[in-house]
């Protein structure tokens, strides 16, 4: 999350044990990273390179603010102090120009649509997933087996195709259901979908025990597992994603800017009444800075649900693969409800009745999970790096890490949103909806219809008959 | 009842004895080089091992076979049980008993995610059949449909406080062994609990589409040993040193052909053809459907001089069960490799030592895990549409749906069919 770099009032013992070295040697830095490859001049090795200037000068930061804060009186440490102010001031404005840029893109995706989103959220898992494939790597045994990351992208694209083949199956068919023969084409490719995917993940197991080598046994089972944790991780969450945005931008756009919402308050309640830390794992975190935050986000939650309810772009569900404007019954939940004020408030008050959308009580909930819950996704996060020694997952955006590194806590969300939404808002007509399907799936047109008159008979009688 | 052999029991009991005697003596009994000195040490602890073998198989057979005549349910139970046993095994595996003195509660943690993993994964499967099993009785039907409709709410809370709680015990110095036995229990859970469930839902579509991927793989395994016994010359791939092409080649014609023939045997019993729709355990009456109803096919007439019969009697399923026995030949073995690298891997001679003279639970299920998943996986998608008819399906729907329901159906049937002829 934001706060961690800005935050400068933690003593990282990793960091104490570093102000013995000079800054900005390969020596001192090769100390912490003892889990990377040992080529100093690999293109990996971003925390090495002299193009990342913000790592860099975060490094820079963190070796001298120790000294500053345990005030001892040097004239070494006043230089250092006033270092520490300049780069803290500059790796705030690189952050906060990254964070316009990258919410200047967000909101022109939202602009252009629900396929738009979906692309997005592809183009972000892509690069999590090659950040962390790289992470737990060894250059040295990549060498000896050729091959082997080929196996990742190939159970890469497998998960692909089994997560979005299911969640886009009745977006896809209504799509392409003018044209004949590409509709038998889909369908019979749906049909088929499992065992497709299930014979493209069969060829990759063979695959991967073909390509056992002795002596590297271990290291290829570590990577296989690995491959697999991180291919659930993210395929897990950007699957519930895109079906949230596919049930309604709404219900993507309100837990992604839930969680934005409770890391820049929880920065800024923890900056001006941090005092008791929080958690060992992140020891920037504060218990003023949570609790704020919470109260802060589930009271946002209330108020951006009203906002983003009235609009029928972001509340209506799409139903097709289409990319024009949404027109639709949004449904009860976005309906205005009238509740009049009590006379009191509205003697001060130019209102005499506030308007509420059912939604927001829901938002309330997302808001809770938003601020309570969520955020132990960022300690995990942590608490891995930690584990294997890393400083961040990849380098891709400048000052704040890579893309894991922004999507920890969304990941954790974005699972709950799908969960909730499906349990309590969506209205479930789960077993008609699946034997409509069956019916059109396995039943032939005149079967279809001769169904249809076997089933209005039935009826009829139990109509009429009586119960 | 008739006898089948069991996944478990001779199926690998033999090829066991070829490990353990080319591990005593280094003799590659496939590659047919007998090291004379060792023989006669060989034989008394060759048949001592294989007489225990023995005992032990037996005793799996006529388990299991009892359990079969049982019924579903209690097939349902066994699995579960080895289902248990296969994790405990698995879950010990790793463990390093010097970091888990330092970490009370943390196996606690184990058993809470194997918990919630069994609700989620059985909670799906049989939810269907444990609403027809409460039907009559209206407080529990509202109860267990309530339960149903939350039950991902529910599995999803209990594993996010198993989450939470695994983040608040990291303790320093440990992180990395503790996110390693993380990753390592959600492996375990996938692997277990995936061939399990599937498993389980063949089982209630019917005991005949669990028990004959079952006993392919345990054919595989016995023609495998025995043609490489008596033909084994060329090695078939490194991982597993005794395993020869000629083994391999035997043993996929001869699980082929028996897999023609026990789908026909298998499939004149009710007992195994029809599936259960709820969670009963009386005899069970059906119409198996029109898979397993005889078909008639003339023999070409240079067959039928030989042969004394003019015509064969097929039941369509024996094509399905063609398929089930390549697969069960060619791929399935893959699992066993795959299982005899992850041992050499982490320098583990045996994943357990519950059943004597085997080995562990899952020495035994290695390949049978594989071949659950692709039975599950070939009866959703090959045999399920095709033993849909009209009938079926209302019956279906008068059974599962209620009559609100029922309506909703018939006007939205309604408005699909009327788009199709507009559209058309």
């Not at chain 2, 003195?101 to 059949?129: C, D, E």
């Not at chain 2, 069960?328 to 490799?337: H, K, N, R, T, W």
């Not at chain 2, 639970?361 to 045999?383: E, G, K, L, P």
């Amino acid at each position: 999350a934001m706060e961690k770099d800005l935050n400068q009032n933690s003593p990282r013992i990793r960091k104490i044990r570093d102000n013995s070295y000079p800054p900005n040697t390969p020596t001192s830095r090769m100390n912490n990273n003892n889990q990377r490859d040992n080529h100093p001049n690999s293109p990996r090795d971003y925390n090495y390179s002299p193009s990342s200037p913000t790592a860099r000068l975060r490094w820079r930061n963190r070796s001298n603010e120790i000294p500053a804060e345990v005030k001892r009186g040097n004239a070494s440490n006043v230089r250092n102090l006033l270092l520490g102010d300049k780069n803290k001031y500059r790796s705030m404005w690189i952050r906060t120009c990254s964070s316009l840029w990258m919410l200047g893109g967000v909101f022109f995706i939202i602009y252009m649509g629900h396929l738009y989103i979906w692309a997005m959220v592809v183009g972000i898992q892509i690069f999590m997933a090659k950040e962390l494939f790289f992470l737990l790597r060894r250059a040295h045994e990549e060498r000896r087996l050729p091959g082997f990351r080929l196996l990742n992208w190939h159970f890469f694209f497998t998960a692909m195709l089994f997560v979005y083949g299911r969640i886009l199956q009745q977006q896809l068919v209504n799509t392409v259901s003018s044209d004949r023969f590409i509709y038998k084409l889909v369908s019979g490719l749906i049909k088929y979908q499992m065992v497709i995917c299930y014979f493209l993940y069969i060829a990759g197991f063979m695959w991967f025990i073909l390509t056992l080598k002795k002596k590297m046994y271990k290291y290829q089972f570590g990577q296989y597992a690995w491959t697999h944790m991180i291919l659930i991780v993210v395929f897990t969450q950007s699957s519930f994603t895109v079906a949230n945005i596919f049930e309604g931008i709404f219900w993507f756009l309100l837990p992604a800017a839930l969680i934005a919402m409770n890391d820049v308050a929880a920065y800024f309640f923890g900056f001006y009444f941090g005092k008791t830390p929080l958690i060992k794992l992140s020891p920037k975190k504060t218990w003023e800075g949570f609790i704020g935050a919470s109260v802060a986000t589930t009271i946002s939650a209330f108020l951006f649900a009203n906002v983003l309810g009235q609009f029928q772009w972001l509340t209506c569900p799409r139903k097709d693969l289409s990319t024009g404007w949404l027109h639709c019954d949004p449904g009860p939940l976005f309906r205005p409800e009238y509740y009049p004020l009590p006379t009191w408030i509205a003697s001060f008050s130019p209102w005499k009745a506030i308007s509420i959308l059912p939604v927001q009580w829901h938002a309330f909930s997302l808001g809770l999970f938003a601020s309570v819950i969520a955020p132990f996704g960022g300690f995990f996060a942590s608490g891995f790096k930690r584990a294997f020694k890393i400083k961040d997952f990849g380098d891709s955006i400048p000052g704040h890490g890579g893309f894991t590194d922004r999507m920890d806590c969304q990941m954790v969300m974005a699972i709950f949103a799908y969960i909730y939404i499906q349990s309590f808002i969506v209205h479930q007509d789960y077993s008609v909806e699946m034997i409509l399907d069956h019916i059109s799936r396995s039943l032939g047109h005149e079967e279809q219809k001769m169904l249809y008159a076997k089933l209005g008979d039935i009826l009829r009688h139990k109509l009429q008959g009586g119960f | 009842m008739h006898k089948e052999n069991t996944g478990d029991a001779p199926s690998a009991h033999t090829p066991r004895v070829r490990h353990h005697r080319k591990r005593n003596t280094d003799v590659v009994a496939g590659a047919g080089k007998p090291n004379g000195s060792h023989l006669l040490v060989n034989d008394s602890s060759k048949y001592k091992s294989f007489l225990v073998r023995a005992y032990s198989t037996v005793w799996m057979i006529g388990g299991f076979a009892l359990i079969v005549y049982l019924g579903h349910l209690y097939i349902t139970a066994m699995v579960v049980i080895i289902q248990i046993f296969m994790a405990r095994e698995l879950f010990n595996l790793l463990r390093r008993t010097h970091e888990d003195k330092q970490l009370p509660g943390f196996r606690l943690l184990n058993w809470h995610f194997f918990f919630t993993a069994m609700l989620f994964v059985y909670g799906r499967i049989l939810s269907q059949r444990l609403v027809n099993t409460v039907t009559p009785d209206k407080v529990l039907y509202r109860l267990v449909t309530s339960l149903i409709k939350y039950h991902m709410a529910i599995c999803y809370s209990l594993y996010i406080s198993g989450f939470v709680w695994f983040i608040l015990t990291l303790k320093k110095k440990m992180y990395k062994y503790q996110f390693s036995q993380y990753a390592w229990t959600h492996m375990i859970l996938i692997v277990v609990f995936t061939q399990s469930s599937f498993t389980v839902a063949n089982i209630f579509e019917g005991i005949f589409w669990f028990l004959l991927p079952a006993s392919l793989i345990v054919i595989n395994d016995i023609f495998a040993y025995i043609c490489g016994f008596f033909f084994g010359r060329t090695p078939l791939i490194k991982l597993s040193p005794k395993k020869t092409w000629e083994g391999f080649i035997g043993a996929s014609i001869t699980t082929m052909i028996s897999a023609f023939l026990l789908a026909n045997i298998m499939g004149r019993f009710l007992w195994l053809t029809c599936p259960r729709e709820d969670l009963s355990t009386g005899w069970l009456q059906c119409d198996p459907g029109p898979l397993f109803k005889q078909e008639t096919h003339a023999l070409p007439g240079w067959i039928s001089n030989w042969l004394p019969w003019k015509e064969i009697s097929v039941l369509p399923v024996q094509w399905h069960a063609l398929c089930l026995g390549l697969f069960a030949s060619i791929i399935a073995p893959f699992g066993g490799f795959f299982a005899s690298g992850f041992k050499r891997a982490f320098k583990v001679k045996d994943f357990g030592d519950s059943i004597p003279g085997h080995g562990g639970i899952t020495d035994r299920m290695d390949c049978q895990m594989v071949m659950a998943v692709f039975a599950y996986i070939y009866h959703q998608s090959f045999v399920v549409p095709q033993s849909l008819s009209v009938d079926k399906l209302l019956n279906q729907i008068i059974t599962n749906l209620t009559l609100e329901e029922q309506q909703a159906l018939f006007m939205k049937l309604g408005q699909v069919l009327q788009e199709k002829v507009i559209g058309s």
